[in-house]
């Protein structure tokens, strides 16, 4: 088994956006769903966190510091998720199911280096 | 901290309450900021409730996000205001350094009114009535402009131009409707006949999407539970109107099947009624029966009491049901009125009367692109043995159907021309 870091992202143009509160609710359901379907198969090894948009990137020794949100990134993290599967073509398969992709954003599936 | 949310519509129902109460703290000439900030509110709880769960209060939860969102959009907009410095100088020399914080913190704690108030403000008598019922929709129904323009089949430019004007008129009010102004019922005038188009058009509407549109008939239903609950609107007509909706909402369950198809009136079956509905409408119904004015939700109220309490459509006194119509017709004159006041008449004194009374219909014109009108000719004709005339107006009553269920409903009525064509 592996594990594997989802990067839940959104492009801050997505037509999908906001929505009604309607479908606001509807996309929440379908997260509870999708958490609740992962930890109950056992694959969800780190729940993760929401994040806000914005903050700062630090570089160059500290002189440089961008201030979120960055204009060169086209997308926002909403969030991640550490998650348990066979190799990454399974972990690409469960990432299928997400309800990001309903709504214009996309899941970036990073293997977490073990050695 | 996994708390399930009460049902599925209710960041729709909050989005009115938060709306209703920015703008009530903040002043509705700030109405789009109060929207903004609702948004990004509900937008960031899918995001925290998703990972985390369900607050165990979620409205709490809301309500303080949506006010700390609206501090910070304030705070956001003061910012760009001090580097645009010709307009900024001035209100920043007024305002000091209080920040909007303590700006908030003087406005008088939220009340439970303020949906109530908002419902009264968004019938402005400069915005035209189909506006109010879109405003209504949007602002405390939590309707976006593509599904209020989906409710009223509307094109969605259509609906955001009718709401924006609509707004337009609202922000230039500043303040939120005082429910003790001197135009008090002169508003709830509006206001109940907004709510009535608004449940009307959920349980007539031409909606492609299904016959009758729930959520329309839903939301009309708990706003007028507001009006009723607060004694200066809870007037006769407001109850009369609130039963009428409950004793009609009552026949949902048997007037659209699993399909979605629809059942008229003689052929419901009964059983399926809501009685819980029934009853709740006839109390309303008894407590509205005061004062000196007869509404027209009065006499609707009256007719659906009269359907509600009939065992099947042969023992109802259509006798009683013609009287109401009529008394209904000197109140609010109208063609469909007039129509449904023929087939009540058919069913009193059989097809033929029926008949001659559709086609004497004054303003028979505006019911052209009705598809009821060639329909109940259609009905009638084939009650009075002419089938090949009833098959001519169902036909017709056919290309007039406006959602797939009228449609099928019609074909049903064909199907029944053919069979009776047979000895």
Not at chain 2, 112 to 135: G, K
Not at chain 2, 152 to 168: G, I, Y
Not at chain 2, 370 to 387: I, K, N, T, W
Request: aromatic letters at 6%; hydrophobic letters at 45%; a neutral charge.
């Amino acid at each position: 088994m592996s594990e594997f870091l989802y990067l839940y992202r959104l492009p801050a143009d997505s037509p999908e956006l906001p929505g009604s509160p309607r479908n606001m609710q509807q996309r929440l359901q379908k997260w509870t769903e999708w958490f609740r379907d992962l930890e109950a198969k056992g694959t969800l090894k780190v729940l993760g966190h929401p994040l806000q948009t914005g903050g700062a990137v630090v570089a160059d020794g500290g002189r440089t510091v961008l201030d979120g949100p960055y204009a060169e990134s086209k997308d926002i993290v909403l969030g991640y998720s550490v998650v348990q599967a066979k190799d990454l073509a399974e972990a690409r398969a469960i990432a299928g199911g997400c309800p990001v992709l309903s709504y214009g954003g996309m899941v970036e599936v990073r293997p977490i280096l073990q050695m | 901290m996994t708390a399930a949310l009460p049902d599925e519509h209710f960041f729709r129902r909050e989005s009115g309450r938060l709306v209703s109460t920015l703008a009530g703290m903040l002043g509705v000439h700030q109405l789009a900021l109060a929207e903004d900030a609702v948004q990004e509110t509900l937008a960031a709880a899918v995001e925290v409730w998703a990972f985390r769960g369900v607050p165990d209060n979620p409205s709490a939860w809301l309500m303080t996000a949506a006010r700390n969102r609206a501090v910070s959009l304030l705070r956001r907009e003061r910012t760009a205001r001090r580097f645009a410095p010709e307009i900024g100088r001035q209100t920043d020399a007024e305002g000091a350094d209080a920040g909007p914080d303590s700006a908030v913190a003087h406005l008088p704690p939220p009340l439970r009114d303020d949906e109530l108030r908002m419902m009264f403000s968004c019938c402005h008598p400069d915005i035209p009535e189909d506006a109010q019922v879109a405003l209504v929709l949007s602002l405390l129904g939590g309707f976006s402009a593509h599904e209020a323009a989906e409710a009223f089949l509307v094109s969605r430019a259509a609906m955001e131009k009718r709401l924006s004007r609509a707004k337009k008129v609202l922000s230039g009010t500043r303040a939120l409707f005082e429910l003790g102004a001197r135009d008090f019922e002169t508003r709830l005038t509006a206001v109940q006949r907004a709510l009535y188009l608004l449940f009307n058009e959920g349980y007539h509407g031409a909606s492609p999407e299904a016959a009758v549109r729930l959520d329309l008939c839903r939301e009309a239903m708990r706003l007028v539970a507001l009006l009723v609950e607060h004694p200066p609107a809870a007037t006769p007509a407001t109850q009369a109107l609130a039963a009428l909706m409950a004793l009609n909402a009552a026949r949902i369950p048997a007037r659209v099947d699993e399909s979605g198809d629809l059942t008229e009136l003689a052929r419901q079956d009964r059983s399926r009624w809501d009685t819980r509905l029934i009853g709740r409408g006839l109390e309303l119904l008894e407590a509205s029966a005061r004062g000196e004015v007869v509404s027209e939700y009065h006499l609707e109220a009256a007719i659906a009491a009269t359907h509600a309490l009939a065992p099947s459509a042969e023992e109802t006194p259509w006798a009683d049901v013609v009287e109401l119509y009529d008394a209904l017709l000197r109140i609010r004159p109208s063609p469909v009125v007039a129509l449904n006041r023929a087939v009540a008449l058919a069913e009193q004194m059989g097809p033929e009367r029926g008949l001659q009374a559709l086609r004497s219909i004054p303003g028979a014109e505006r019911l052209a692109a009705y598809p009821f009108y060639p329909a109940a000719l259609g009905e009638l004709e084939l009650r009075s043995g002419r089938v090949d005339e009833a098959r001519k107006h169902f036909r017709a009553a056919h290309r007039l159907a406006r959602n797939p269920t009228e449609k099928t409903f019609l074909e049903r009525r064909l199907a029944r021309c053919e069979a009776s064509k047979k000895p």
